[in-house]
């Protein structure tokens, strides 16, 4: 069983910023790529930041040089800083990781999901 908890999303005004968590735990054996995704409401879910385990990064256009993906590998936990914040950032953000299991099988999990509200 592999669980990744969020945290860290709220309420906070445009120009704010925000710090989102996400720990992976269970029967994990190793994990490749983490990442960031978002979904608005009547929107579909989309890309913002992924993560390698080497540390190599991937941005949405949309969000390049206000967030900044990080991951601490001893902790199985990947951060996302959100500075200068827009109304249009606000959606739910997802936490994914792909990984291989106790059982050396190659699955992707999804987080529970952190609201994110940014008031104009």
């Known amino acids: 069983q592999v669980q990744l908890v969020e945290s860290g999303g709220g309420l906070v005004q445009a120009g704010g910023s925000l710090r989102l968590s996400c720990a992976a735990s269970g029967s994990i054996f190793s994990i490749s790529a983490m990442g960031w995704y978002r979904q608005a409401p009547g929107k579909q879910r989309e890309l913002v930041a992924t993560i390698t385990s080497g540390g190599s990064t991937n941005y949405a256009d949309s969000v390049k040089g206000r967030f900044t993906i990080s991951r601490d590998n001893a902790k199985n936990t990947v951060y996302l800083q959100m500075n200068s914040l827009k109304p249009e950032d606000t959606a739910v953000y997802y936490c994914?990781?792909?990984?291989?299991?106790?059982?050396?099988?190659?699955?992707?999990?999804w987080g529970q999901g952190t609201q994110v509200t940014v008031s104009s």
């Open positions: 994914n990781a792909n990984l291989y299991d106790s059982t050396w099988r190659f699955l992707g999990y």
